[in-house]
């Protein structure tokens, strides 16, 4: 087929002589995988028959389809793992179902795992029957990518294979429906319930009802959770029947969803109630009485006392609740100041016989009774007889949050057990997570401290302060945990009482659970201690022993190292194409130098995808680099400009990514960011010109290269243990006072005694405040110097941020943020913005560092409304400020522009629906992650699924690694790295635990 080629010839003639061969093989137009499969077994090494799989992938579908096929059948396995990788590019060939079908029954696991995958690339209804054949493969393996391909298609909107899939999925009789509903594997059948939630289809619902009688309880849940997307009717009527339920956490999870979609005082959902009432399983019976208060007393006075009369006691006694509850709302009991003849003890048992007797004539005749209750009970909690304290305590806890009642909150400190065990049930109703840190951090008190990290483990939702009598928790389908709530679980492993240390430990199981980022060297220290304290029980030394074992193996760094690394590669490419980019002569027209090495047809298919040129642009540049001819001026122009913005967005995205590795502390990181530093210790000479521009580029480059470099030089110290500043000497002594300032910056961070360094870095900062090129270096030293106590840079900082754009100054707001923990720095800030309308955009990210850090705002001139047509930004930030504030009305608007507005707008709300830490958007910040909208809104709302806590943030960065551009990834460490940034010092050091948890 072509010239022979020695096992030891050089790269460029292997690649050549592979070349050659995929094209004889191309060329043809029949027997092209008896010709791959010839190609192959002549190659005269293993090294060249790999690259000639390699190579076939810039070859046709077709072409390349017969090579894998002949890879897979030639028996070598990593030749058939290579060709396997190719696999998602052979979508467009003829053959591409049979080669797939074949790989599918390879006998290497990973080539089958990665024929799976590639499944989702066809159109072809044949696909569905391939992926249902993997659905009920014995190899475990090969059923879970079948599994993650079937979710995939169902979550995708305009998938090729949806509406195949979908019609499979609705006939019962069908092989992909008996396939799941059959399957043996109750890992598959849970997974594929929980993938259906996100098909946004009701034709999926058979699936559902087939899986809603599934023999596995934790699949009956997800199917639960899957039917809480659907707004059908066809849906409530598979929940109905799902009352039936053997499993009360299922059929609670149904009465909760129901609530949600019927209303919870609507008619229908009370005869959904009426049917949890009469079902064999208590707990659900307990969990429906609960939901009765939620209707007219009127209404559901029979029910009421019907259930008063349940055998199990529990019921009786909410029943019993409700009743005496509606009757003292009604007014016709009372305990007020004009009660007259009664004692505050003598009409609270007359509460009590009220509930127990119901709300008859007898009793509601009886004399005396009026007044308000409420305060009735409240003074006899506090100043009656131990009895009757605790028989008001008990009321009490029924009616009003025990963050709202002083009479319950005394009782947590009363110096009787008795009464403090009572009044601490109320704990695990409360919405003031606020009161539960304090009680556990605080009080002396085991029992409470147990019952307060119980309480915030389950991470109510809900807003503070909310009407009396209305404790029942709304019910979310968002999965995640607390980043909030992180600090005072770590500081309560230190606990005086074995059985908190234990719940703690628990409670930071779930952030491993759910692959949140935390700084593992501070965790795995903490747990060390109390796997050794032999003073401890087994159980909890071992179980923190295991904990350790988990977080090592966790790799929470991972997709944030891989993504760094894919940036250090992508660099490099682009400095060596920028390179052998130059001038011919003095004004003369740009070449490609041919000595550079370039692959003529690897830099027209990389052109074209990362830089924006055209077709017909990145072939003429192939065509220059081979014939050393002049380059168009335009081609030149679009591509010059292409690899400057790209190089700074790699580097953007090794500079936050050295950050984020210093914060998550893991070791193992080390030879990764001295690669990092390496890799930007030089960079490419650009040869352009002398035009303004080419000299702005000239001088913009090598800044940001030695702001990476110095990030990563930085970082390695931190991981080290005892970092050493003077590593970056040199940096801060550079003649360039840009590169100094960002160099000094990083030092501060590292010094013990700053005070020199900030000496130097604030008079730089006074020097070039007014500099436009020195906005981004200027704006993170003026942070760093107002957290040095330095208040006279908060005037800079409020200039920059004034000028800075998007990214810049949610940056630099989400530091000022973290600053002002510090009630020195937020005393600076309070000053700075007192007596001014904070109605601009500098003053409102004050204000949003400010009240983000849990500081009170009284005093300070906030715009209850902006002008109409203010800016997009100046909005976002004013309502983000207002949902800090916990005004709702604001909160919603962010997330409906979020869910709708134009692109400039979806992408301010998501930044400052963030920094405002509304958690009910984490469902929003989800479904736009994965939508078809540009790749930063994408990557951003991924970011900020991490600073939420849920489950899918750090899985989107992951699944999303190897399927993105250089450009995507590139962006994609940025926002990695940025979320990490955030969460990490807001895991340790945040104060208001109820800022934005609860809007």
């Not at 070349?19 to 002549?42: C, F, N, P, S």
């Not at 997307?229 to 969803?257: C, H, I, T």
């Not at 100041?337 to 009220?354: D, F, K, T, V």
């Not at 949140?516 to 003073?535: A, W, Y």
Request: glycine fraction near 8%; aromatic fraction near 4%.
């Amino acid at each position: 087929m072509a010239k022979e080629v020695s096992a030891r010839a050089s790269q460029q003639q292997i690649r050549r002589y592979c070349h050659q061969i995929v094209d004889k093989v191309a060329g043809l137009t029949e027997g092209r995988l008896w010709a791959a499969e010839q190609a192959l077994q002549q190659a005269p090494s293993d090294a060249i028959r790999q690259t000639l799989v390699e190579t076939s992938a810039s070859a046709p579908d077709e072409t390349t389809a017969a090579f894998v096929s002949a890879a897979v059948r030639g028996g070598n396995v990593q030749l058939a793992r290579a060709a396997a990788d190719l696999l998602l590019d052979i979508k467009d060939a003829a053959s591409a179902r049979a080669v797939i079908s074949e790989c599918l029954r390879a006998d290497d696991l990973s080539v089958r795992h990665r024929a799976v995958e590639a499944l989702e690339t066809l159109d072809d209804p044949a696909a569905v029957d391939l992926l249902t054949e993997a659905l009920g493969s014995e190899d475990d393996g090969v059923r879970r990518a079948a599994t993650s391909t079937v979710g995939l298609v169902m979550g995708s909107k305009y998938h090729p294979l949806k509406e195949m899939m979908l019609e499979r999925v609705e006939d019962c009789e069908s092989d992909l429906h008996r396939t799941i509903v059959g399957s043996e594997d109750v890992g598959l059948r849970r997974e594929l319930a929980q993938g259906l939630g996100f098909a946004d289809s009701e034709r999926v619902l058979p699936l559902l009802g087939a899986l809603s009688k599934d023999s596995d309880e934790q699949t009956r849940r997800e199917v639960v959770f899957a039917l809480s997307a659907q707004r059908s009717d066809a849906a409530l009527d598979v929940l109905e029947d799902m009352l039936e339920d053997s499993d009360d956490v299922v059929v609670g999870a149904v009465l909760d969803v129901l609530a949600t979609h019927l209303g919870r005082d609507s008619r229908q959902m009370l005869g959904s109630i009426q049917k949890a009432l009469h079902n064999p399983l208590r707990q659900v019976r307990r969990q429906a009485v609960l939901m009765l208060d939620q209707f007219n007393p009127s209404e559901v006075k029979e029910i009421v006392a019907e259930a008063a009369r349940d055998k199990d006691f529990e019921v009786q006694r909410s029943a019993l609740t409700l009743l005496r509850r509606h009757y003292a709302e009604s007014g016709a009991v009372g305990l007020g100041e004009g009660s007259g003849e009664y004692s505050p003890e003598e009409q609270m048992l007359m509460i009590w016989q009220a509930g127990e007797f119901g709300m008859d004539a007898r009793v509601a005749a009886a004399p005396g009774v009026g007044g308000d209750a409420m305060s009735g009970l409240e003074r006899v909690a506090l100043t009656g007889s131990l009895s009757a304290r605790m028989h008001a305590i008990g009321e009490l806890q029924q009616l009003r949050d025990i963050a709202d009642s002083p009479a319950l909150q005394r009782a947590l400190q009363d110096p009787d057990d008795s009464v403090r065990s009572r009044a601490a049930a109320g704990l695990g109703y409360t919405r003031d997570a606020g009161l539960l840190t304090k009680i556990l951090s605080e009080h002396p008190d085991f029992l409470l401290r147990r019952r307060a990290v119980e309480a915030l483990m389950q991470n109510p939702a809900g807003p503070k302060g909310e009407e009396p009598g209305r404790r029942g928790l709304s019910f979310t389908s968002t999965r995640s945990v607390s980043m909030e709530l992180f600090s005072y679980f770590l500081a309560a492993l230190e606990d005086r009482d074995e059985s908190v240390r234990q719940l703690a430990c628990n409670a930071l199981g779930r952030y491993v659970e759910f692959r949140s980022p935390m700084p593992v060297p501070t965790v795995v220290h903490r747990l060390g201690l109390l796997s050794e304290d032999e003073s401890l029980s087994s159980l909890v030394r071992e179980g923190a022993a295991e904990l350790v074992e988990e977080l090592e193996e966790a790799a929470f760094m991972e997709p944030l190292v891989k993504l760094a690394d894919a940036a250090v590669e992508w660099r490099g490419r682009l400095a060596r194409e920028a390179h052998a980019l130059r001038r011919e002569g003095e004004g003369g027209g740009f070449i490609l130098d041919g000595r550079s090495g370039l692959d003529p047809e690897n830099l027209a298919q990389g052109w074209q995808k990362d830089l924006g040129l055209t077709a017909a642009q990145s072939q003429a540049a192939s065509a220059a680099l081979r014939s050393g001819e002049v380059l168009p001026d335009e081609v030149a122009q679009v591509a010059a400009r292409g690899m400057v913005r790209c190089l700074v967005a790699a580097l953007n995205g090794l500079y936050h990514a050295a950050h984020a590795v210093a914060l998550l502390g893991d070791k193992r990181c080390l030879p990764s960011l001295q690669k990092w530093a390496r890799a930007v210790s030089s960079g490419p000479v650009l040869e352009w010109g002398e035009e303004e521009t080419f000299g702005a580029w000239r001088t913009m480059l090598p800044r940001l290269r030695a702001r990476a470099s110095v990030a990563a030089v930085a970082a390695a110290e931190v991981l080290k243990g005892s970092p050493d500043p003077s590593v970056l000497d040199a940096s801060c002594a550079h003649e360039d006072e840009w590169i100094r300032t960002v160099a000094l910056t990083e030092r501060a961070g590292m010094e013990e005694d700053a005070g020199g360094i900030l000496r130097d870095l604030a008079a730089l900062c006074r020097t070039h405040a007014e500099e436009p090129d020195f906005i981004e270096p200027v704006g993170r030293a003026a942070v760093t110097l107002v957290e040095g106590g330095q208040a006279e840079f908060i005037p800079v900082a409020h200039s920059i941020l004034e000028q800075a754009q998007t990214d810049l100054r949610l940056e630099l707001t989400q530091r000022l943020l973290v600053a002002a923990q510090e009630e020195s720095v937020a005393g600076m800030l309070h000053g700075y913005l007192s007596g001014k309308p904070v109605r601009r955009m500098g003053l409102l990210c004050l204000a949003l560092a400010f009240r983000g850090a849990g500081n009170d705002v009284g005093g300070l001139e906030l715009p209850e409304a902006l002008p109409e047509g203010a800016e997009v930004e100046l909005l976002c930030a004013h309502r983000a400020l207002g949902a800090m504030l916990e005004d709702e009305r604001a909160a919603e608007a962010l997330k409906e522009s979020l869910r709708g507005g134009q692109e400039r707008e979806r992408y301010c709300a998501a930044g400052y629906l963030g920094m405002a830490r509304v958690q009910s958007a984490a469902p929003v910040f989800a479904s736009i992650s994965d939508r078809d909208v540009p790749w930063s809104l994408r990557s951003l709302c991924g970011g900020m699924l991490v600073r939420c806590g849920h489950r899918q943030g750090m899985s989107w960065f992951a699944k999303n690694i190897g399927h993105s551009t250089n450009a995507q990834e590139a962006r994609m460490a940025v926002d990695l790295s940025r979320a990490v940034e955030d969460v990490i010092p807001l895991m340790l050091e945040c104060k208001d635990v109820n800022l934005g948890r609860f809007v």
